[in-house]
């Protein structure tokens, strides 16, 4: 696609149901970059893919927390019994990755998540 | 952690020149970008380096100091829509991306 599409764009949900956050990136992009950021707070890092391999998970705040990206494209954010401190905006973003150096990462408009 | 330190916020008139300063851990260091995020909204891409030196690109320049660890983004010309969040972001040679936790920059008329 031509940017990064993240759905639902907003999403609420009750105490303990599980959600599914989606993020499809720029096609061609290997690195997929999930963060999430409460209000009036900076971005916190949850996980990085390359490909389908997460070299780096150690921003997942527990184990209610899981992600996966299948065929190097689409990831999916999983959190299981939500709880009311899940609530922030959850911010996905991609770049080319790859051998060399880095480049600019485009992020998507973000899931909403209430937890009411 | 990446120790990625700027300042929480910075005030300026319309008009005037503001610099923010960013430090980070040179360890893995592999490109340092400067991203801007206005409230409600998504970060955008300003700047991106990866050798010593200035980039200017408008009103906006991006300077960088490899064995320093230090960058900084200078805002010239400043206009009211320049109020946002400015996020110094480290990349590391195995790809990932460590942001600050953004500078607010406040435009007053």
């Known amino acids: 696609g031509a940017g990064v599409s993240q759905s639902p764009s907003n999403k609420v949900t009750e105490k303990g149901k599980d959600v599914e956050l989606r993020c499809d990136p720029i096609?061609?992009?290997?690195?997929l970059y999930w963060y999430r950021q409460s209000l009036g707070q900076g971005l916190e890092f949850l996980i990085y893919f390359q490909g389908n391999s997460a070299p780096d998970k150690s921003g997942l705040p527990s184990d209610r927390f899981s992600a996966e990206r299948t065929g190097g494209s689409v990831s999916t954010l999983t959190i299981q019994r939500t709880q009311q401190e899940d609530s922030a905006v959850y911010l996905c973003?991609?770049?080319?990755?790859?051998?060399?150096?880095?480049?600019?990462?485009?992020f998507g408009q973000g899931t909403r998540l209430t937890v009411v | 952690g990446q120790n990625i330190d700027q300042p929480t916020e910075m005030t300026a008139t319309e008009g005037a020149i503001v610099q923010i300063n960013c430090t980070y851990q040179t360890s893995g260091f592999n490109g340092l970008f400067w991203y801007q995020q206005h409230a409600g909204e998504a970060p955008t891409f300003l700047s991106y380096n990866v050798l010593d030196g200035l980039e200017e690109k408008g009103r906006f320049s991006s300077f960088l100091s490899r064995s320093k660890g230090y960058s900084y983004l200078l805002l010239k010309e400043l206009q009211m829509k320049d109020s946002a969040s400015y996020l110094c972001v480290k990349g590391s040679n195995d790809y990932k991306l460590s942001f600050g936790a953004g500078t607010t920059v406040t435009v007053r008329a």
């Open positions: 096609s061609g992009h290997t690195a």
């Open positions: 973003a991609s770049s080319l990755g790859g051998e060399g150096l880095n480049t600019e990462a485009f």
